[in-house]
């Protein structure tokens, strides 16, 4: 392991230093939060939207103009996402939910029950380009009164779900997660990364990102572990135009090689719990953490979503 000249860099693979730019600092955006998550951004508004769970609100940055509220209250939402169409999806632990924000500012519930019971509390959430939305469920939210109602799981696992664009058909496409977390797709969504960040609460639990193969758009086959974190837990996570990983950890961000070689981490103050790229080319990296929105440029770009 080396470090930049920056001293928020570690560089473990020369081919970090082709990812990041060495001069670019962290800039703390904002703070003010209780528990950052859920980054989407919005290139056609330039803005990046982002959850404060506990606080109940979704808020908005906007570069040149700082930080707003979106919307309070927010059910306490956690994950976000954007649709095909442009339109945001969002994952709510009050409501046990996931729904679509319409353009007319309408709220569509996609999901809230499957089975004929309630889910545990949607998380993280992804949207394929076939229109599938696909959501992890754990029980964070009904841990407790911080970030969400407490309450007991009615659901026998802690599924990932993936939601049939056509007839909105709700099926478990894996069910053997301690606690499933963070979702993204490979570029060319051939694969499936789902994070398993049960560590938070169990020390004996791993800590560790599992890697899928999609088949014909709508099953998964050959779970295995596709990475295993030296520091915290993974949450949520992205991935770049080459296929790398760039995940959120209790030092920083974490970036693994699509072959799960740890390429390096960028060093945060705070423990992160998710991330976006964004930006006009996408090469900038907007990083949630405890209290705070951070940003850092790099020479990485994000896998393309609306």
């Not at 003010?32 to 109940?56: H, K, M, T, Y």
């Not at 909105?168 to 496409?173: E, I, K, Q």
Request: charged fraction near 20%; hydrophobic fraction near 35%.
């Amino acid at each position: 392991m080396t470090t930049a000249p920056s001293s928020i860099y570690e560089i473990h693979d020369p081919r970090f230093r082709h990812l990041i730019v060495v001069s670019a600092e962290l800039e703390e955006l904002y703070s003010g939060c209780r528990w950052a998550e859920g980054p989407v951004w919005f290139a056609d508004l330039n803005c990046l939207l982002f959850s404060d769970i506990p606080n109940q609100r979704m808020l908005r940055y906007s570069p040149g103009h700082g930080v707003s509220v979106f919307r309070e209250p927010s059910n306490f939402a956690n994950g976000n996402t954007r649709d095909r169409q442009g339109r945001l999806v969002t994952c709510e632990h009050g409501g046990r939910r996931v729904t679509r924000t319409e353009i007319d500012g309408s709220i569509t519930v996609l999901a809230d029950q499957f089975g004929g019971r309630r889910l545990n509390a949607p998380n993280d959430v992804v949207v394929k380009s076939d229109g599938s939305v696909w959501f992890s469920d754990p029980t964070y939210g009904i841990l407790s009164d911080y970030e969400g109602y407490k309450a007991e799981p009615e659901l026998a696992h802690r599924n990932v779900f993936r939601l049939d664009p056509q007839s909105g058909a709700l099926s478990a496409v894996v069910d053997d997660f301690r606690q499933p977390n963070g979702l993204a797709f490979s570029p060319d969504e051939k694969r499936l990364y789902v994070a398993d960040s049960a560590q938070s609460h169990d020390e004996t639990a791993p800590s560790h990102i599992r890697v899928f193969d999609v088949v014909d758009g709508s099953r998964l086959t050959n779970g295995r572990v596709f990475c295993n974190l030296d520091n915290g837990i993974p949450d949520g996570f992205r991935v770049d135009t080459l296929g790398n990983v760039w995940t959120s950890a209790g030092d920083g961000v974490h970036c693994f090689a699509p072959d799960g070689t740890l390429l390096g981490k960028i060093l945060v103050p705070q423990t992160v719990a998710n991330l976006t790229f964004g930006g006009p080319r996408r090469n900038r990296l907007f990083i949630t953490a405890t209290r705070s929105l951070y940003a850092v440029y790099t020479t990485a770009s994000g896998a393309q979503y609306p």
